[in-house]
């Protein structure tokens, strides 16, 4: 690899062929960022910019020999999970990932679709708490997620908030990165073990907009593959989201898309 090599950022999700979202979007992230996105399908949505009318994932196997395919080829800098559709989908990712703990992984959980198109099953809460938390470096979520995720089986006792991420910092992820989102603006708070790290306000925009969760663990690993620190990674990224919804337009009859700024947004910082 050459001086002029960009970072290369592993990233699993579902191809969204509308490109607001999963794979393709975190793709436009990374370059728009300075950083040179690989891909590993978790399965394949199909839907418009209004809705999902089906979603299939990928056999397991197919997942674990495509990733290391990768990782035996290419200098991975950063992982960025997002959906990742089954528990069986997350455990063949966690098992090949488990190699390569000094790279920084992003985790975006979804638990709102898997390959049938239902609400997850409490397995894939169970796999991603069990396998992937406690290799992660940066976990992304609302606050629902969060809940989800501290309470895989859905028959225990409902945590608090608080408890939630103390729960999860505890079984050895580094940072949560957590949203509230009011009427005028959106709080975006970073935890560690030491307890609330930094707060930021942003405003609020008028239109809903697909994938910004996404996007913002996109940037996360792009940051962090570019050097910085978690800290300074989580508000940036969050800048780079807020200007993507600024101007975010809509390409179909649904949801608007964040439009990413390619060259003025771009990272490429080398130390």
Request: charge should be negative; glycine fraction near 8%; include cysteine.
């Amino acid at each position: 690899m050459t001086g002029d090599s960009p970072p290369i950022v592993l990233t699993f999700g579902l191809s969204d062929s509308t490109g607001g979202s999963g794979l393709q979007a975190d793709l436009l992230t990374l370059a728009s960022m300075g950083c040179h996105g690989a891909t590993v399908p978790t399965g394949y949505a199909v839907r418009d910019s209004a809705t999902y009318d089906e979603v299939t994932g990928l056999d397991p196997d197919t997942v674990a020999t495509q990733t290391r395919m990768l990782l035996e080829d290419m200098p991975i800098s950063a992982f960025k999970i997002g959906a990742a559709t089954r528990a069986e989908v997350v455990s063949a990712i966690a098992e090949v990932v488990s190699d390569y703990d000094d790279v920084p992984l992003i985790l975006v959980p979804d638990f709102t679709l898997d390959d049938e198109h239902a609400l997850s099953a409490d397995g894939l809460r169970e796999s991603l708490a069990d396998l992937l938390v406690p290799q992660t470096t940066m976990l992304i979520a609302d606050h629902a997620t969060l809940l989800q995720l501290a309470q895989p089986d859905s028959d225990a006792e409902s945590p608090t908030l608080d408890s939630a991420i103390s729960h999860i910092l505890s079984q050895g992820c580094e940072y949560v990165l957590t949203m509230e989102s009011g009427t005028h603006r959106h709080v975006i708070t970073l935890f560690s073990e030491e307890g609330q790290v930094r707060q930021d306000t942003w405003g609020r925009g008028v239109h809903r907009i697909m994938g910004l969760t996404d996007t913002r663990g996109a940037a996360v690993a792009a940051l962090l593959s570019n050097g910085q620190e978690p800290a300074e990674a989580a508000c940036e990224a969050q800048e780079y989201v807020f200007q993507a919804a600024r101007a975010a337009f809509r390409p179909g009859m649904g949801l608007s898309a964040g439009q990413v700024l390619l060259g003025a947004l771009e990272r490429r910082r080398r130390g």
